[in-house]
Every structure is written in C-alpha cells, then in structure tokens.
Nanobody, 119 residues
Framework: EVQLQASGGGLVQPGGSLRLSCAASGFIFEDYAIGWFRQAPGKEREGVSCISNSIGSTYYADSVKGRFTISRDNAKNTVYLQMNSLKPEDTAVYFC????????????WGQGTLVTVSS
C-alpha cells in the first residue's frame, strides 16, 4: 500500500524550530520528487519546498527561504523539512507530496501534520 506518513508537527514559540518527517512506503522512493505544501486557516494550499528525485536539487518558496531546509535520505525512504526561526505566519497544516515520471508515473499525498507557532 502506498503511504506517505508526515510527522513532527506541534506547538512552538516564535523563533523556535521543528523538524518534519515524511516516511514513504509502497513505491520506488528514489524515483520520485518530494514536496512539502501547507495550508493555513482560511488560505489556499501553497508550495513550501521540494527536492528532486536524482541529484537532490531543491526549491524554496520566498517566504521560507533561508529558514527552512529540505533533505532526503533514500536509504530510509524519508524526506525531512527542518524549520528554523519560525513565525506565527508559518502556522498551517503541512502535507508531503510525491511525484514520479515515466515508468514511475504517479503522484501521492500524505496526511497533514499541524504546525502551530504562537507565544
């Protein structure tokens, strides 16, 4: 069964840090690019960061650039999102998403994990 299990969310004060994890199973993990999306209360879902399936090229939304770092450990079938210097506007449900091409064509969504940044 294809699964993307997000974890690591919680309550944190402004300026604090959290590390989110997305553990994958049921597909060829190294063939897929992985992205993180978030949806804040009353807002549309937006892309936060993504990492490629090959050399590990990364993308960051301007709002998180310099504060968040995405990485992947293919041996563990896991993608991480290290979030530093958190701001109240980072409060959202965070989702991971996998995209594959060619023989591994497909896309899968994980469940969300809630991040709340508040004093």
């Amino acid at each position: 069964e294809v699964q993307l299990q997000a974890s690591g969310g919680g309550l944190v004060q402004p300026g604090g840090s959290l590390r989110l994890s997305c553990a994958a199973s049921g597909f060829i993990f190294e063939d897929y690019a992985i992205g993180w999306f978030r949806q804040a209360p009353g807002k549309e879902r937006e892309g936060v960061s993504c990492i490629s399936n090959s050399i590990g090229s990364t993308y960051y939304a301007d709002s998180v650039k310099g504060r968040f770092t995405i990485s992947r450990d293919n041996a563990k079938n896991t993608v991480y999102l290290q979030m530093n210097s958190l701001k109240p506007e980072d409060t959202a449900v965070y989702f991971c998403h996998a995209v594959g091409w060619g023989a591994s064509f497909g896309n899968f969504w994980g469940q969300g994990t809630l991040v709340t940044v508040s004093s």
